[in-house]
């Protein structure tokens, strides 16, 4: 490493220390949405194998988390592999599942957070399966910061998964298709999300420049506050996520008011 680079890097640490001091914890999303993208494009700008980018996207998760845990964050959710995930190539996707494994094994070894997992479990493989329910029973009593692994996650395919249990939740109840239709909201289809008795989303982050949802969240992020970052996932600094927490605590929300 070269003076510029090490100059450089002093420089970055003195900025993002200057940024962390002056940050108001009172305005902290006390949840935060990450859209973990550009792993394959980081790769292969820097000369790299795809799945050498979803590993170092995997190492960057831990090091995330332990800024989260400096704040005031009370929920993160972490977009793994969503359900357009699996139109890709098997020779991709075997090595990915089994980086998405270790990476829901070591975090609930780490024994600072409480995993819990979003997504449609059937779809997946039986060794990944097995990695999130016991990553769920091993962190159930940690009091920490609730990570939600989005696994086999879709936004249409939570809501559909959400009628569907709502419906056979009133069937079991005995209740009528005319009852549960003058009774039906928004709070009643909320209780059976993936995150039901968790806060909704104040931010959502996206990497690597793309600004758009994917289908994240589409219920819960109604109010929420984007930030999209140019850097790619497993390029993202401290610096970056405190800017981020500078941007959010500068905006005013109104909720349509």
């Known amino acids: 490493m070269n003076l510029r680079d090490n100059l450089r890097r002093l420089l970055l640490r003195v900025y993002a220390r200057r940024v962390e001091v002056h940050l108001d914890h009172d305005q902290v999303p006390k949840h935060i949405g990450v859209i973990m993208d550009g792993n394959r494009r980081w790769a292969k700008a820097a000369g790299s194998t795809t799945a050498q980018g979803h590993r170092a996207g995997?190492?960057?998760?831990?090091?995330?988390?332990?800024?989260?845990?400096?704040?005031?964050?009370?929920?993160?959710?972490?977009?793994?592999?969503?359900?357009?995930?699996?139109?890709r190539p098997q020779e991709e996707l075997g090595p990915l599942f089994g980086i998405i494994e270790n990476v829901v094994r070591t975090l609930a070894a780490d024994?600072?957070?409480?995993?819990?997992?979003?997504?449609?479990?059937?779809?997946?493989?039986?060794?990944?399966?097995?990695?999130?329910?016991?990553?769920?029973?091993?962190?159930?009593?940690?009091?920490?910061?609730?990570?939600?692994?989005?696994?086999?996650?879709?936004?249409?395919?939570?809501?559909?998964?959400?009628?569907?249990?709502?419906?056979?939740?009133?069937?079991?109840?005995?209740?009528?298709?005319?009852?549960l239709a003058e009774s039906v909201d928004v709070d009643m289809i909320g209780k059976h999300l993936y995150t039901s008795d968790q806060p909704d989303p104040d931010l959502v982050i996206r990497t690597s420049g793309e600004q758009r949802l994917?289908?994240?969240?589409?219920?819960?992020?109604?109010?929420?506050?984007?930030?999209?970052?140019?850097?790619?996932?497993?390029?993202?600094?401290?610096?970056?996520?405190?800017?981020?927490?500078?941007?959010?605590?500068?905006?005013?929300?109104?909720?349509?008011?």
């Not at 249409?156 to 009528?176: C, F, N, P, W, Y």
Request: with cysteine.
């Open 58 to 87: 995997a190492d960057k998760i831990e090091e995330f988390l332990g800024w989260c845990s400096e704040t005031d964050v009370e929920v993160v959710t972490l977009w793994l592999l969503s359900t357009d995930n699996f139109d």
């Open 111 to 179: 024994g600072r957070w409480r995993v819990h997992h979003v997504g449609t479990a059937d779809i997946l493989p039986s060794h990944v399966q097995t990695a999130l329910k016991e990553a769920e029973q091993s962190t159930a009593h940690v009091d920490g910061i609730v990570v939600n692994v989005a696994i086999g996650y879709g936004g249409r395919q939570e809501i559909a998964d959400a009628v569907r249990s709502m419906l056979l939740d009133h069937a079991d109840k005995g209740t009528s298709m005319e009852q």
């Open 214 to 257: 994917s289908g994240f969240m589409l219920w819960q992020t109604a109010h929420s506050e984007y930030y999209f970052c140019e850097v790619f996932w497993p390029a993202f600094r401290k610096v970056d996520f405190l800017r981020a927490l500078r941007d959010y605590a500068a905006r005013h929300r109104r909720y349509g008011g």
